[in-house]
T-cell receptor, first 112, second 114 residues
């Protein structure tokens, strides 16, 4: 399973764009990159998933360079409610089930 | 149901007692996972069920832990002779066919062993 590395914490202010980068140097050909958000006392919530280039949904954008050894989650114009822990994961079901490994994530604090 | 439901939401038990934690996955989701999250830590994989296949139990920390899934739907995680180090939030998640889709997690059961 590919290991991921991401910053332990980040600080931002309301209205700013936040970019959280994740390194996954050993990503396999069949691996997807998935990001989750977790609020206190809740289970993680799926945000976005991608394989290459750029993926955008109503919540975030995910940028993946050609070598796929890293990815960047972009949160536009964050609000206080975006304060949470963000997890980057890589994995694939191509060779079996997707036993995702959650690291300690990035703790994002958004201030007024 | 609309989401993954877990019960109880909180459980306080005495050391040495057995506990059962329940998970109701989203209807139609054939893949079900149990994770454990200690305070301030990431999620630790415990066990995975996929349809009628034999479960992957590779993450269970000891033989005091077991899980079953009846009728391909509801799952129960049982911890026997609980220890204080078992205190954590136990999270259940499901997704469709274990495929490359996002997991949907429940809100978890907070287990405190005193």
């Amino acid at each position: 399973l590919a290991k991921t590395t991401q910053p332990i914490s980040m600080d931002s202010y309301e209205g700013q764009e936040v970019n959280i980068t994740c390194s996954h140097n050993n990503i396999a050909t069949n691996d997807y990159i998935t990001w989750y958000q977790q609020f206190p006392s809740q289970g993680p919530r799926f945000i976005i998933q991608g394989y290459k280039t750029k993926v955008t949904n109503e919540v975030a954008s995910l940028f993946i360079p050609a070598d796929r050894k890293s990815s960047t989650l972009s949160l536009p114009r964050v609000s206080l409610s975006d304060t949470a822990v963000y997890y980057c994961l890589v994995g694939s079901t191509f060779t079996g089930f997707q036993k995702l490994v959650f690291g300690t994530g990035t703790r994002l604090l958004v201030s007024p | 149901g609309a989401g993954v439901s877990q019960s109880p939401s909180n459980k306080v038990t005495e050391k040495g007692k057995d506990v059962e934690l329940r998970c109701d996955p989203i209807s139609g989701h054939t893949a079900l996972y149990w994770y454990r999250q200690s305070l301030g830590q990431g999620l630790e994989f415990l066990i995975y069920f996929q349809g009628n296949s034999a479960p992957d139990k590779s993450g269970l920390p000891s033989d005091r832990f077991s899980a079953e899934r009846t009728g391909g739907s509801v799952s129960t995680l049982t911890i026997q002779r609980t220890q204080q180090e078992d205190s954590a939030v136990y999270l259940c998640a499901s997704n469709l066919r274990g495929g490359d889709y996002g997991y949907t997690f429940g809100s978890g059961t907070r287990l405190t062993v005193v």
